[in-house]
C-alpha cells in the first residue's frame, strides 16, 4: 500500500501555509482564528438568538478572514488551475452533510482549524480529544459510504 | 490595519488550503477512506508552524502589536458536548467530505455545488442555537416542577 500516491509536497507546502496563516495573525493581533465561528458570528446579523449574539463583537473579522479564504484560493485557482473545478458528490450528501458539520463543530466548540490546527498547536487536552474523536468517526462514516457505494 | 492583517491571512489560508487541494471533497474522503494520507501532513504541518509561533510569540512579547490584545492561548473547557459534537461533526465530515474553511476556499476554485453544503451548515448552526434558546426557556419551568 502507498501512503501518498500524490505526493508530499502540495500536502506539506499547503499546511505551511495554513500554520503561517494562523502565525500571522496570532502574531500580530494576538487572535488564534478558527473558521467556523464564523457561522456563529455571522447569523448574529440576522437573528436576536443570545448564541449568536454572543458571538456578534467577533463578527466583522470573521467575515473579512473569510473573505479572504474565498479570494486566497480564487488565486490559486487563477494561477494553476484550468477553469473551474466542481465535485462530483450528490446534493444530497452536501446538504446532510453540511447540516451535521454547522451542528457538530458548534456544539463541539471547534472545527478541523480551530481544534485540529490551533487546538492542538496549544497543545490544548479538549482540541486533540475532539480531533481524535470525529477523525475516527469520519473515518468509518466515509468508509461505510464506500461500502454501501455511495460513489465518489 | 490590523482588518488588513486578518485579510491577509485569510489569502494564505486559502491559498493553502486550495494547493494541498482540500478544497475538493473528493481528497478528504481518500483520507478518511485510506487509499491517501495527505490530509494528516496538511494537518501535520499546520500544527507544527503554528506551534511553534504560538510558543516562541509568548516567550518574547506579552502584547500583540495591533490592538493591544495580550497573547494568551485558549484552553476550551471540556464538557460532554465535546464528545458528542466530535462525533455529530466526524459523521457530516465523513458523509461529505467537507468542513467550514475548506468549503469556503472551495467557492473560490469554483466549486458552485459546495453552497449547498455552506447552506447546511448555517441551518445546522441556527438549529443548534434555536435548540439551545428552547431548552434555556424550558429549564426555570423544569425546575418549579420538581
Redesign the interface.
Known amino acids: 500500500m502507498e501512503?501518498?500516491?500524490?505526493g508530499?509536497w502540495?500536502?506539506?507546502?499547503?499546511?505551511?501555509?495554513?500554520?503561517?496563516?494562523?502565525?500571522?495573525?496570532?502574531?500580530?493581533?494576538?487572535?488564534?482564528?478558527?473558521?467556523?465561528t464564523?457561522?456563529?458570528s455571522?447569523?448574529s446579523y440576522i437573528?436576536g438568538?443570545?448564541?449568536?449574539q454572543d458571538y456578534a463583537a467577533s463578527r466583522?473579522?470573521r467575515i473579512?478572514?473569510?473573505?479572504?479564504?474565498?479570494?486566497?484560493?480564487?488565486?490559486?485557482?487563477l494561477l494553476f488551475?484550468e477553469?473551474?473545478?466542481?465535485?462530483?458528490?450528490s446534493?444530497p450528501?452536501?446538504?446532510?452533510?453540511?447540516?451535521?458539520?454547522?451542528?457538530?463543530?458548534?456544539?463541539?466548540?471547534?472545527?478541523?482549524?480551530g481544534?485540529?490546527?490551533?487546538?492542538?498547536?496549544?497543545?490544548?487536552?479538549?482540541?486533540i480529544?475532539?480531533?481524535i474523536?470525529?477523525?475516527?468517526?469520519?473515518?468509518?462514516?466515509?468508509?461505510?459510504?464506500?461500502a454501501i457505494g455511495a460513489m465518489? | 490595519m490590523?482588518?488588513l492583517?486578518?485579510?491577509?491571512?485569510?489569502?494564505?489560508?486559502?491559498?493553502?488550503?486550495?494547493?494541498?487541494?482540500?478544497?475538493?471533497?473528493?481528497v478528504v474522503?481518500s483520507f478518511?477512506?485510506?487509499?491517501?494520507?495527505?490530509?494528516g501532513?496538511?494537518?501535520?504541518?499546520?500544527?507544527?508552524?503554528?506551534?511553534?509561533?504560538?510558543h516562541l510569540?509568548r516567550r518574547f512579547k506579552q502584547?500583540?502589536?495591533?490592538?493591544g490584545?495580550?497573547?494568551?492561548?485558549?484552553?476550551?473547557?471540556?464538557d460532554k458536548?465535546?464528545?458528542?459534537?466530535?462525533?455529530?461533526?466526524?459523521?457530516?465530515?465523513?458523509?461529505?467530505?467537507?468542513?467550514?474553511?475548506?468549503?469556503?476556499?472551495?467557492?473560490?476554485?469554483?466549486?458552485?455545488?459546495?453552497l449547498?453544503?455552506?447552506?447546511?451548515?448555517?441551518?445546522?448552526?441556527?438549529?443548534?442555537?434555536?435548540w439551545?434558546?428552547k431548552r434555556?426557556q424550558q429549564a426555570p419551568n423544569n425546575k418549579l416542577n420538581q
Open positions: 501512503w501518498f500516491p500524490n508530499i502540495a500536502y506539506a507546502g499547503g499546511g505551511v501555509l495554513i500554520g503561517l496563516s494562523v502565525s500571522i495573525i496570532y502574531a500580530g493581533t494576538g487572535i488564534i482564528a478558527g473558521a467556523s464564523f457561522l456563529d455571522t447569523l437573528s438568538l443570545s448564541r449568536f466583522d473579522w473579512v478572514f473569510t473573505f479572504g479564504i474565498v479570494v486566497g484560493a480564487m488565486v490559486y485557482a488551475q477553469g473551474t473545478w466542481t465535485t462530483a458528490i446534493w450528501r452536501l446538504l446532510v452533510g453540511g447540516i451535521l458539520v454547522g451542528i457538530g463543530t458548534r456544539l463541539g466548540k471547534g472545527c478541523t482549524s481544534h485540529g490546527v490551533c487546538g492542538v498547536a496549544s497543545l490544548s487536552k479538549t482540541s480529544l475532539n480531533v474523536i470525529f477523525v475516527i468517526v469520519a473515518m468509518g462514516m466515509a468508509q461505510l459510504m464506500q465518489p | 490590523s482588518t492583517l486578518i485579510f491577509a491571512g485569510g489569502l494564505v489560508f486559502g491559498f493553502g488550503l486550495a494547493l494541498s487541494r482540500m478544497t475538493q471533497p473528493e474522503l478518511l477512506q485510506w487509499d491517501d494520507f495527505g490530509l501532513l496538511v494537518m501535520g504541518a499546520a500544527s507544527l508552524v503554528a506551534g511553534l509561533t504560538f510569540v502584547q500583540a502589536p495591533l490592538g490584545k495580550s497573547y494568551e492561548l485558549r484552553e476550551k473547557t471540556f458536548n465535546v464528545i458528542i459534537g466530535g462525533v455529530i461533526f466526524g459523521l457530516g465530515w465523513g458523509v461529505s467530505g467537507i468542513c467550514p474553511g475548506a468549503a469556503y476556499a472551495s467557492l473560490g476554485i469554483g466549486n458552485w455545488p459546495i449547498i453544503a455552506i447552506t447546511g451548515m448555517f441551518l445546522g448552526t441556527y438549529l443548534l442555537g434555536w439551545q434558546f434555556e
